[in-house]
């Protein structure tokens, strides 16, 4: 639920990046709306509306295709981010990952180099026995 509700909230942030974007491009500034208004604006800005929930908006908003456009820009950004992490998330702790699989380094302490040559008498005594 927690996985949900974050991918959610990105999703929504996204969407007020892209309008912030979108109106820094066009001259209007920084816009951010306000706590109360971050999710009650996200269909008047999906709609076009450049200046949906902002308090004291700037004379240059953008305009409905450029907003479109940014905000299509930053979603998708934030999909392939959201993706790729749960992506490596889950191979990491999901329930498709191998169970009982050595580390690298535990890899090379057992079965290295420095191992073999330090058991060289025992694997080869042909070749590193103490009689050679």
């Avoid at 479109?68 to 820009?73: I, N, Q």
């Amino acid at each position: 639920m927690a996985a949900i509700v974050a991918t959610v909230l990105l999703l929504v942030l996204g969407i007020h990046t892209g309008r912030a974007c979108a109106n820094l491009v066009t001259g209007g500034g920084l816009t951010l709306p306000s706590r109360e208004t971050l999710f009650t604006s996200v269909p008047r800005v999906i709609g076009g509306d450049a200046g949906a929930g902002l308090t004291g908006t700037a004379a240059h908003l953008a305009g409905p295709t450029a907003l479109r456009v940014c905000v299509a820009v930053v979603e998708a950004l934030v999909l392939a981010l959201t993706v790729w992490a749960a992506t490596v998330v889950l191979g990491r702790w999901g329930p498709g990952r191998i169970h009982g699989t050595a580390t690298r380094e535990e890899a090379e302490r057992l079965l290295g180099r420095s191992r073999l040559r330090k058991v060289a008498a025992v694997v080869r005594p042909d070749l590193f026995g103490k009689g050679r």
